[in-house]
C-alpha cells in the first residue's frame, strides 16, 4: 500500500520530518514509508511550495470549465436520446456531429452518465446469456448490389387480431433496407411484389442469401427451386442459402431484425396500415439518419448505389449453348427422358432445362446457369 490505511496527512507530515532530519537516504525513507520515489518527491515538493497544506489531498476534477457539459449540448443528447431511445452513446454523438461539426460535444461514457442520471437507461436485469453477433454472411460482398440479404421477421399479431409477417430485404456491402413489408404470410404470391419493387427501384444484385424457409425454399423437388428463384434465375439473379439452423451466415440481417422488433413491434400497432407507416417510419430513420457502427457511424443511404443492372421490360427466356439438348419441363414438374418421367420440380413446370453430357451417358441438368443435377443413362437415375 502507498500509504498506511490511518490518518495519511499525518504519515505524509512525518515523512517530511525524516526526510529534513537525515537520518535515511531518499530510497530507504520511501521504503519505509512504502511509497515510490516519484510521489516522495511530489510530497517534498508540495510542502517546499505550500507547507503543511500542500499535502492534503486535492481534487481530481477538472481545473478549468473545458470538459464541462454545456447546457445546449445536454439539451441536445436528451433530445436525440428521447426521440430514439435504442439509440446508445456513440450512436446518438454521431447523429448530432454530422449536423453539428462545430460543437464541441462530451465524450460517449459522459453521456452514458447523462442518460442514466435522466433515468434513460432502463435497470439492467439478469437475462439468459445472448448468443455473440454471429457476423457477416459466408459470401464475399465488397460493392453495393453484390449481395442481397431478405428474411421473414417471426409474426406477430397486431392489436386487432392480424398476423403480420414482416420480409425485409438489405443490402450487406451498405446494410440500405431496400424493402420492409408487413404481410398476411410466407406465400410466395405476396412476396413477388416486393421484390419486384425492389428490383424496379433499385435495379439488379448479384445474388440474393435467404434461409431455408418459405417462399425461398421448397420441401421437394431440385435444389429445393420455388417460383420465386426460379424467378431470380430468369433474371440472372443467384439464390443462395444458408445451411440449416445456421443464423451465423446471415448474421448482420439478423442483428437488423432485433433492431427493428425493438422499435416497430414492442408493442404493436393497432391494425395493418398502421404497422405499415410506422415500418416505412423506422426505414426511413435507419437509412437516412441512424449512424450505423459497421459503417464507421456513416448512414447506410450514403453508402449505397443503385444497380447498373436494370429490371428488364420482360423477364428473358433460358438460354443454352448449341450443344446443349433442350427439353421443357412439363406441367407437374417432370421431364420426359428414355421413354420415362422424371421428376424435377414442380416450380420447373414449363420452364426449358438444357442437358449437356459431361461423360459417357453422364448428363447434366441446367436451368439457366444453374446445374440442378446429373442424369446417368445406364441406371436411369437423377442424382442430385
Not at 530510497?27 to 517534498?44: N, V
Not at 503543511?52 to 470538459?67: F, I, K, N, V
Not at 445546449?72 to 453539428?100: C, F, M, T
Not at 450487406?172 to 411484389?193: I, K
Amino acid at each position: 500500500m502507498p500509504w498506511r490505511a490511518t490518518s495519511p496527512m499525518e504519515e505524509r507530515i512525518r515523512f517530511v520530518k525524516d526526510e529534513k532530519a537525515g537520518l535515511y537516504t531518499m530510497s530507504e525513507l520511501c521504503e519505509r514509508y512504502g511509497i515510490s520515489r516519484k510521489t516522495g518527491y511530489k510530497w517534498l515538493a508540495r510542502f517546499e511550495a505550500e507547507g503543511a497544506a500542500g499535502l492534503a489531498d486535492r481534487s481530481r476534477a477538472p481545473h478549468g470549465g473545458e470538459h464541462r457539459m454545456s447546457e445546449g449540448a445536454r439539451e441536445a443528447l436528451l433530445e436525440v436520446r428521447r426521440k430514439h431511445p435504442s439509440w446508445g452513446p456513440r450512436k446518438i454523438l454521431a447523429w448530432l456531429e454530422a449536423r453539428h461539426p462545430r460543437t464541441t460535444w462530451p465524450a460517449a461514457s459522459s453521456v452514458g452518465d447523462l442518460l442514466r442520471r435522466e433515468g434513460l437507461v432502463a435497470e439492467s436485469r439478469r437475462r439468459p446469456r445472448r448468443e455473440p453477433h454471429p457476423g457477416p454472411p459466408q459470401i464475399a460482398a465488397k460493392e453495393p448490389n453484390d449481395l442481397w440479404t431478405t428474411d421473414f421477421k417471426g409474426q406477430f399479431p397486431t392489436k386487432n387480431g392480424w398476423w403480420c409477417y414482416p420480409l425485409t430485404v438489405l443490402d450487406h456491402a451498405s446494410r440500405m433496407c431496400l424493402a420492409l413489408d408487413g404481410l398476411g404470410s410466407t406465400d410466395g404470391e405476396r412476396a413477388g411484389p416486393v421484390f419486384e419493387h425492389a428490383f424496379r427501384e433499385f435495379g439488379l444484385p448479384r445474388a440474393i442469401l435467404s434461409d431455408n424457409g418459405a417462399p425461398f425454399v421448397a420441401a421437394r423437388g431440385l435444389r429445393g427451386l420455388t417460383k420465386l428463384s426460379v424467378w431470380w434465375l430468369r433474371l440472372g439473379v443467384q439464390p443462395i442459402r444458408t445451411e440449416p439452423a445456421s443464423p451465423e451466415q446471415n448474421g448482420a440481417h439478423e442483428r437488423f431484425h432485433r433492431t427493428l422488433k425493438a422499435e416497430t413491434g414492442k408493442p404493436p400497432a393497432g391494425d395493418r396500415n398502421a404497422q405499415q407507416r410506422r415500418f416505412n417510419r423506422f426505414r426511413a430513420i435507419y437509412n437516412d439518419e441512424r449512424p450505423h457502427e459497421a459503417l464507421d457511424q456513416a448512414t447506410p443511404a450514403s453508402r449505397y448505389r443503385p444497380s447498373p443492372r436494370p429490371y428488364p421490360a420482360y423477364v428473358p427466356e433460358p438460354e443454352y449453348p448449341n450443344y446443349f439438348q433442350v427439353f421443357t419441363v412439363g406441367r407437374q414438374g417432370t421431364l420426359y427422358v428414355d421413354g420415362e418421367l422424371k421428376y424435377l420440380s414442380s416450380a420447373l413446370a414449363g420452364e426449358c432445362v438444357g442437358m449437356e453430357e459431361a461423360d459417357d451417358g453422364i448428363w447434366n441438368i441446367y436451368f439457366c446457369r444453374e446445374r440442378l443435377a446429373r442424369y446417368d443413362e445406364r441406371t436411369r437415375t437423377i442424382e442430385r
